[in-house]
């Protein structure tokens, strides 16, 4: 166990809806990253959250965003879902945020499946 | 932009096979690099990581990886698997903004 959490675990659901994603980050760590696996893409980057704010971004479309809210938990939310969205969606979390590296620690991840 | 490639996307060996996974990575400066595990139905877990220093890094479960930096490369090797080996691996470059590159991941069967 990691200590990063992440609900739901799946989410079924349809083309065209939109769906929240939460995770919340080992007790004490400040950043959070987001990262979606699929089987085309393999696992890429999303965004990075350091204490509220917004650090950088990977390859997130424009129909995702997201935030972390000052308890530091993280919502990943993507709307207008297509097929392709189908993914294991993955959050990380780190102590720090900086130029040197901060082990990330990941969580069970949520399967997404849409249909 | 940095790049990783693992060549064997599958790879199935017998218990006590040893194993070398390939990992290359695209960046000409300092890199950090890094292998992850993911067991069947488990998160991603640190294997081990090369920040500088000795090529040869010794991490968890009797895993070690070799830093190659003419070759652009740090392959995973392992002298004898075990059945509870069976896992996907995946390979990572660590750049500035603590951004994780992973390559896409090489899924290891054991054969008991």
């Known amino acids: 166990d990691s200590g990063v959490t992440q609900t739901p675990k799946h989410l079924i659901t349809a083309t065209g809806q939109r769906v929240t994603l939460r995770c919340s980050p080992r007790s004490g760590d400040l950043s959070v990253y987001w990262y979606q696996q699929s089987l085309d893409q393999g696992l890429q980057f999303l965004i990075h959250y350091y204490n509220g704010e917004e650090r950088a971004k990977g390859n997130i479309l424009e129909r995702f965003s997201a935030q972390q809210f000052p308890d530091l938990h993280s919502e990943l939310n993507l709307s207008s879902l297509e097929l392709g969205d189908s993914a294991l969606y993955f959050c990380?979390?780190?102590?720090?945020?900086?130029?040197?590296?901060?082990?990330?620690?990941f969580g069970p991840g949520t399967r997404l499946t849409v249909l | 932009a940095q790049s990783v490639s693992q060549h064997n996307h599958h790879v199935i060996l017998s218990e006590a096979a040893s194993l070398e996974l390939g990992c290359n990575y695209s960046y000409g400066g300092t890199v950090n690099l890094f292998w992850y595990v993911q067991y069947p139905g488990q998160h991603l877990q640190l294997l081990l990581k090369?920040?500088?220093?000795?090529?040869l890094v010794k991490g968890i479960k009797g895993f070690e990886a070799e830093f190659i930096k003419s070759k652009f490369s740090f392959n995973l090797r392992k002298p004898s698997v075990q059945w509870s080996d069976t896992a996907e691996y995946f390979c990572a470059v660590y750049n500035a903004g603590n951004m994780l590159t992973f390559g896409g991941g090489t899924r290891l069967m054991v054969k008991p």
């Open positions: 090369y920040f500088s220093g000795d090529p």
């Open positions: 990380a979390s780190s102590l720090l945020s900086g130029v040197t590296y901060n082990e990330q620690f």
